[in-house]
């Protein structure tokens, strides 16, 4: 199974400043018809995940460009700039490329 | 308008079988797969198997030998059912559609205790 590293465990963050995640999977996410899949949620508490960035680096519709994913192969980056109120919750990233699909254990975004 | 909404009973015995329903809206069981993920309280996400839009199958390894899900096309539902259940799998459990990964349910909480 592809293990999903993801760090750090909790972050906190003063309003306006950015925050950046890791997340680095133990093989390659490059599938053999070319993409990669890799994408980023955000769970807030009582909810489900949403939809931040999929294939790497591609924004969800709707989603604030404050957001970014980067990254390629095994290592996986997600900023967030500016943080703001609302982006408090937990940030998995999950690779949908080798079955079993596998998530990251999660980063817990605090505002400070 | 895509939906999908779980649904079964909030508490299951130990050793007793789990069965829950996704009912969606807005696609077609026969063009998109299905997928549930579950989450413990205060824990990660899960992935538990996928049902294919050809109605293939295949399971997380660690759940395989507990875990079956089917599907009723014409009534847009799917069904995951899990046998000999423990404390551990108190959960709440999602169904999601696959592809973009977009959809998912509200999730149903399950509690496992007698």
């Known amino acids: 199974d592809v293990v999903m590293t993801q760090t750090p465990v909790s972050l906190s963050v003063s309003l306006g400043n950015q925050a950046s995640i890791s997340c680095r999977s133990s093989?390659?996410?490059?599938?053999?018809?070319?993409?990669?899949?890799l994408s980023w949620y955000l769970q807030k508490p009582g909810q489900s995940p949403q939809l931040l960035i999929y294939?790497?680096?591609n924004r969800f519709s709707g989603v604030s460009n404050r957001f970014s994913g980067s990254g390629s192969g095994t290592d996986f980056t997600l900023k967030i700039s500016r943080v703001e109120p609302e982006d408090l919750g937990v940030y998995y990233c999950?690779?949908?490329?080798?079955?079993?699909?596998?998530f990251g254990s999660g980063t817990k975004l605090e505002i400070k | 308008q895509v939906q999908l909404k779980e649904s079964g009973p909030g508490l299951v015995q130990p050793s007793q079988t789990l069965s829950l329903t996704c009912t969606v809206a807005?696609?077609?069981?026969?063009?998109?797969?299905v997928h549930w993920v579950r989450q413990p309280p205060g824990k990660g996400l899960e992935w538990m198997g996928v049902?294919?839009?050809?109605?293939?199958?295949r399971y997380n390894s660690a759940l395989k030998s507990r875990l079956s899900i089917s599907k009723d096309t014409s009534k847009s539902q799917v069904f995951l059912k899990m046998n000999s259940l423990q404390t551990e799998d108190t959960a709440t459990y999602y169904c999601?559609?696959?592809?973009?990964?977009?959809?998912w349910g509200q999730g149903v909480m399950v509690t496992v205790s007698s």
């Open positions: 093989q390659s996410l490059l599938h053999s018809d070319g993409n990669t899949y």
């Open positions: 999601a559609r696959g592809n973009t990964w977009r959809y």
């Open positions: 999950f690779q949908h490329t080798h079955l079993p699909f596998t």
């Open positions: 294939l790497a680096s």
């Open positions: 807005g696609f077609s069981l026969t063009s998109y797969n």
């Open positions: 049902i294919w839009n050809t109605g293939g199958t």
